[in-house]
């Protein structure tokens, strides 16, 4: 059975950085493609970033490009997000995702089926 789990939300103030950590278990990081996703409250879930393990492909959102990083720790079987520059309108809960298919990463949500329980960030100005 396939589990996945994030950590390192937490509260920081405006321009600070925080780290994500994903980590899946039953799963290896070169058979899945890996997201990060978030949902502020009222909002719908929003893709952020990915990342294909096998090829080291990413991809990002136009309003996190340039201060959100992506990356993988094979060893670990760890994927990290990386956010730095961190604004107010980045609050919101974090959810890593596991793609249900082999595919190359996008950040359609409907191509990933193992959620994480969702970590929360905090940003205040």
């Known amino acids: 059975q396939v589990q996945v789990e994030e950590s390192g939300g937490g509260a920081v103030q405006a321009g600070g950085s925080l780290r994500l950590s994903c980590t899946p278990s039953?799963?290896?990081?070169?058979?899945?493609?890996m997201g990060w996703f978030r949902q502020a409250p009222g909002k719908e879930r929003e893709g952020v970033s990915c990342?294909?393990?096998?090829?080291?492909?990413?991809y990002y959102a136009d309003s996190v490009k340039g201060r959100f990083t992506i990356s993988q720790d094979n060893a670990k079987n760890t994927v990290y997000l990386q956010m730095n520059s961190l604004k107010p309108e980045d609050t919101a809960m974090y959810y890593c995702?596991?793609?249900?298919?082999?595919?190359?990463?996008?950040?359609?949500?409907?191509?990933?089926?193992?959620w994480g329980q969702g970590t929360q960030v905090t940003v205040s100005s």
């Open positions: 990342l294909t393990p096998s090829t080291g492909n990413t």
């Open positions: 039953g799963l290896s990081l070169f058979d899945r493609a």
């Open positions: 995702a596991a793609m249900s298919e082999p595919y190359v990463c996008n950040l359609e949500i409907y191509k990933y089926n193992y």
